[in-house]
């Protein structure tokens, strides 16, 4: 009998977002993404790990290899035929071990914090399986304080995959409905330091303050968080990033965004910024899958696109000055796994990183239906924001504030394909306020009247980052961007008219300065509608982005 599994942590506020505590959140987000791991890991001590999906893929590339030693004149007849007679072993016993493993494991998906996974067997060893996984979770040091939800399934004569994937997932949100969002094991007198909330555990302190006692919870999550960070265990993990042992990472988010000796950009000293991605129409597009393999096939080609971004992004970046402090890395990653990613990063570096992650999804976070032709592929784009703000912003109100963002601007409907990036300059939190449509409408106020004016799209990215460079380089008047935007806001548009005309000079007699402030003022304006909203975006990315040499295959534009 078919049966599927599925595992589902839910409530996650509670395990991740519930504390300011860098170590903490880092510790849930990466505890979360590795549960389903625990789970298949709990599955295969029962059932056979031969994954039917695995043999197909593994039989095709004997196939191949077949094929390719056929072709090869470079081999003597004697060693070709011992390699092709050597596949052959191989594709037999293959075959055997396919039509021997019935009861064998098939993952069919490993999300941030939710898995599907399917097997035949009896009823009692899928109830077995299920208690086993339940009881891992409890007596887990850390998963015991996360919420999670566990369904069988048994699939019934001739139901279709959709229908059974549909049912179990119905049964994990029931319970979900009848789950406490938070876990507390024990009594205490004194509240934890850290989240507020939870009892303080007396035998879990900080270990700066011994009189600062944590709960259980906390002391699990943020030792787990040190660990992976100490030992950038996450990026050898997932990334597979050959130098790991030389990476260090920064401690905290005051060490990650301080500045000690750079002149260009020692304004942006203990500034950051928060970069939050979100994929567009994943969920949906997996719900669309009609046969197993179809979705293992979409959720293993995202997770690997995502793992090659990042470690092309940590080779470019593991030893550049700008990129290091006292030898120390300054990444930070709170979230991976799903369709979701957070980093953070100091805030001149944040429109390279997010730039740098489109650029490098294009060619590997994508879908082929058809592996053995690589020009045959589904694009899959991205909603994204970026927040830059102090470094001591409250964490979980900056996470808060990025999802609003993405949610309710970069990924709304008429952006479902596209690759959008909805952005906010922090000087304190609360100037954003709690009502963001009417803070972007008052900030476009006398510039424009359609919001969709501040978003940006990332095919453009590399393009306003060279114009605002290049007008830098030719000492462009900053001030005469506040000028013009406080003419139009104002309802002075005539004056501000001719501010610019001054800027860009006589139509016969520019000097070479005035010919490049034309040029690219002219580029932003195109880019951010045709309207005035461009100038506030001069305005409001000025002092991050265009900090360093325009990319080659731009300069000279």
Known sequence: MNFYLRVEGVNLGAFVNDTNDLATIRGGSLLLLEAMDFVEETIKQIIPSTDPHNIETTHKQ???NMNQLKKDKTLDNKAKNSQIAALKEQKKALKKNKKSNTNCLATITKGASWGLFRFDTNLQTAIDIKDKIEASFATHDAYKYATFVIDVYAEENNEAYQSSRDKIQTLNHWQQLNAPSLSITKQGKDVCFIDKVRPADDKEYLPAEKNEYVSASVSARRNYGRDQKNQATFYKNRANFESVDLLELTSDLQQLSSIEVNLDYKNLHGKM????????????????SKTIKEQADFDKQTRTGREKVLKNILEQIYDKESWLTDGKLRLETLLWGGDEIIWVVPAWKGWWMLNQFYRQAKDNIRINQQPENSSSYEEL?????LVFCKHNAPIHRIDA??????????KTRPFKQKNMIAYQVLESFDHA???????????LQGLSENLDDLLINADDMQTIENSISQLKQHDFPKRKIYQIIQQYRCNQPESAQELYTKLIGEVDNKTTEQEV?????????????????????????????????????????
Request: charged share 25%; proline share 1%.
């Open 62 to 64: 004997i196939v191949a």
């Open 273 to 288: 910024a928060f970069i939050y991605l979100d994929g567009n129409q994943f969920g949906k597009k997996q719900k669309a």
């Open 381 to 385: 784009f991205h909603g994204s924001s």
């Open 401 to 410: 504030l990025a999802r609003n963002l993405a949610d309710g601007f970069a």
């Open 433 to 443: 306020g709690s009502e963001l449509t009417s803070d972007r409408q008052e900030r």
């Open 517 to 557: 402030y034309q040029k690219h003022l002219g580029k932003l304006k195109d880019i951010f509608g045709g309207n005035n909203a461009y100038w506030l975006h001069l305005m409001e990315l000025w002092d991050y982005i265009g900090l360093d040499e325009p990319a080659e295959q731009e300069k000279g534009q």
